[in-house]
C-alpha cells in the first residue's frame, strides 16, 4: 500500500512540511515513510504500511 502525499515546498513553511510527516507516521505500526528530497527541497512525502498476519497454529489431528 502506498500512499504518496505531494506538495510543492517552495510555497510551505518548515511547520506545514513537519505537520505532513507527523500525519504520515501516525497510525502506522509497520512500514516506512520515505521523504524525496529534489534541490534541498522536500517534494514528496510517502507513506508504506506494511500489514503483519500472524500466522496459524500448527493443528495435528
Known amino acids: 500500500m502506498s500512499a504518496p502525499h505531494e506538495h510543492p515546498a517552495d510555497d510551505q513553511d518548515e511547520n506545514s512540511i513537519l505537520r505532513e510527516i507527523v500525519r504520515a507516521l501516525q497510525g ?20 508504506k504500511e506494511k500489514i503483519r498476519l500472524q500466522a496459524a497454529p500448527n493443528r495435528q489431528a
Do not use: C, K, M, Y
Open 28 to 47: 502506522l505500526r509497520f512500514g516506512a515513510v520515505e521523504i524525496t528530497v529534489h534541490n534541498s527541497q522536500i517534494v514528496q512525502i510517502e507513506r
